[in-house]
């Protein structure tokens, strides 16, 4: 049914903190190890090893140039995935009811067997967080993990999407956002947390954690400073002595 | 936007099919047997065809009887509910006037509907995006409706209305455009709404996530040079209303002049609907710096 709930029970989903990734990408290979050997279709590369390689993936990481009025550029690593929104415009849209959002706990699904491929979902999708299969032709999308989440077969600590439990630098979380004392909706409180284009209106569940301030880099000439170390960092040798400096000399001279 | 081929063959020519349907459900012209025969053979061949085309661009055909099932949010299981039902009612109103030699008016008028029906449909799956500014507009409906409306009259052999509604259809074209071309920038995405991080500075994109390309990529970031876009704009306009406007307005070779409106007219909507793709920037560019 591709109508959008009134009402989850729970709000589940991740929030990524862009102050600590590190750009890393182990998200990105975790969530397509995962995935391509689990739930649905495989994830399929085309000309993995050719000259135009190209894949579906479920998760890309971003990086983009921050450049402020002052000071250097910060560098900030962004991570994507589907938002698992509210208001979701791709399971609107869907006309076979192979797209659609869960009552109990907010994720936003694609049924494969009843998915015809014609993309109009992934149009839908402001942050482009569905990807066709070229290989299947069937939608494929985050599914926030949901055969790991609720999985009985896997140890406790695993049981989380597989990204969240790869990420070496603990730059995503994951639970359920529609309660406000949960581990998530404190950090999104704490840390001020962000939605992605909020001007189109989706409303997305998963929450994005903007960077910190930085400390400002400061040279020699803004601050006054010299690097004790200076001294000792000078070249000692400014060129050839001797015989080689004699026919640098001369070479230089012809 | 990618530009499919199978998708602009299948809105152009199931416009035009749907415009004469119309025109044919109002009783103009008022055919029967033969002739009219002829008429709805061609009428259907359009929009049959049109819809047979779209079917290529689907990644599971075969389970196609599927989008019948949403209609209630979806405008593609819309289309796809009005585009039979208009085939079906303009088959029974059109076997009246083949084989009966009898107009049943209220079964035409019906199909009429039904068809500008299907072309709206059409147009608001475009319309309903929110995410390709451009096409979020009521001008895309008026767009698709105008040009189905004055081809199909083209095709009907109305000469008179079809020279008011082609010049119509081509203002409402070039309306179109000019508002398309602001809609991105005054739709109030950009980059510092996409990445959220315009509150520390300007935000340019430094590395996309892979090195090669991808679905998102090849679908959604299509980029036509500006140059292309005037000239192919040109093109379309003189094609769809001008040059079928002076053949129309021409007192010599009636039925070839006729004939070359419409194949010029067809030209020009195909390239226009070539455009309409073409230039649709989807707001997924921002992430990959592309808009
Ligand atoms: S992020 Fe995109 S695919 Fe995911 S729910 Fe939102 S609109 Fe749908
Ligand atoms: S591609 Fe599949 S999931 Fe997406 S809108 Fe079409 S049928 Fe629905
Ligand atoms: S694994 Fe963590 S640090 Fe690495 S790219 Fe993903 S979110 Fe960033």
């Excluded at chain 1, 999708?125 to 494929?140: I, L, S």
Aim: proline residues 6%; hydrophobic residues 45%; negative net charge.
């Amino acid at each position: 049914m591709t109508t959008l709930p009134q009402h989850t029970d729970r709000k589940l989903g991740l929030v990524i903190d862009l102050d600590t990734c590190v750009g890393c990408h182990a998200c990105v290979i975790s969530c397509k190890g995962w995935n391509t050997e689990n739930y649905g279709a495989p994830l399929s590369d085309q000309s993995a090893y050719g000259a135009d390689p190209s894949g579906t993936f479920l998760n890309r990481v971003h990086s983009y140039e921050v450049q402020p009025e002052v000071g250097t550029a910060h560098l900030v690593h962004f991570p994507k995935s589907c938002l698992h929104c509210d208001d979701a415009p791709c399971v609107t849209v869907c006309p076979t009811g192979a797209s659609y959002k869960r009552v109990e706990d907010g994720i936003v699904l694609v049924n494969e067997s009843d998915c015809i491929g014609c993309g109009l979902c992934a149009w839908a999708c402001p942050y482009g967080a569905r990807e066709m299969d070229v290989a299947e032709g069937v939608m494929k999308k985050c599914t926030l993990c949901v055969d790991r989440i609720y999985n009985e077969n896997l140890p406790e600590e695993d049981r989380e999407p597989a990204c969240v439990r790869t990420c070496p630098a603990n730059a995503r979380h994951f639970g359920d956002l529609a309660d406000p004392n949960s581990a998530v909706s404190q950090l999104v409180a704490e840390r001020g947390g962000v939605d992605l284009m909020p001007e189109q209106g989706t409303k997305p569940v998963n929450k994005y954690l903007p960077p910190r301030a930085r400390d400002q880099l400061q040279g020699p000439e803004d601050s006054g400073e010299i690097d004790v170390l200076a001294p000792f960092l000078a070249p000692v040798d400014t060129g050839p002595k001797g015989f080689l400096g004699w026919l640098d000399r001369t070479l230089e001279k012809l | 936007m990618h530009p499919a081929p199978s998708v602009i063959l299948f809105s152009s020519l199931s416009g035009l099919g749907f415009g004469l349907l119309a025109w044919l459900g109002i009783g103009l012209p008022a055919v029967t047997g033969w002739v009219a025969f002829v008429f709805f053979t061609l009428a259907y061949l359009l929009a049959v065809g049109g819809l047979i085309a779209s079917m290529f661009h689907l990644g599971h055909p075969e389970r196609a009887l599927k989008a019948f099932t949403q209609w209630r949010s979806s405008w593609l299981s819309r289309e796809a509910w009005a585009s039979v039902a208009a085939l079906l009612v303009m088959a029974a109103y059109g076997a009246g006037l083949v084989f009966f030699d009898a107009r049943w008016w209220p079964l035409g008028v019906i199909g009429a509907a039904l068809s500008l029906l299907t072309v709206l449909t059409t147009s608001m799956i475009y319309t309903q995006m929110k995410t390709v500014p451009r096409w979020h507009s009521l001008w895309t409906p008026a767009n698709f409706l105008s040009l189905s409306i004055a081809g199909g009259a083209l095709l009907a052999g109305q000469v008179t209305e079809a020279m008011v509604l082609l010049a119509l259809a081509g203002v409402v074209q070039i309306v179109t455009w000019w508002q398309g071309d602001q809609a991105l920038a005054s739709s109030g995405t950009d980059m510092a709404t996409a990445t959220r991080l315009g509150d520390i500075g300007s935000v340019r994109a430094f590395e996309p996530p892979h090195t090669g390309s991808n679905y998102l990529l090849r679908e959604f970031v299509y980029v036509l040079g500006r140059k292309h876009a005037a000239k192919l704009r040109i093109i379309a306009i003189l094609l769809m209303a001008f040059v079928p406007l002076l053949l129309l307005l021409s007192p010599v070779l009636h039925h070839l002049a006729a004939a070359l409106a419409v194949l010029s007219h067809a030209a020009g909507v195909l390239t226009a609907r070539w455009l309409f793709f073409a230039q649709a920037e989807h707001v997924v560019g921002l992430y990959y710096g592309k808009r």
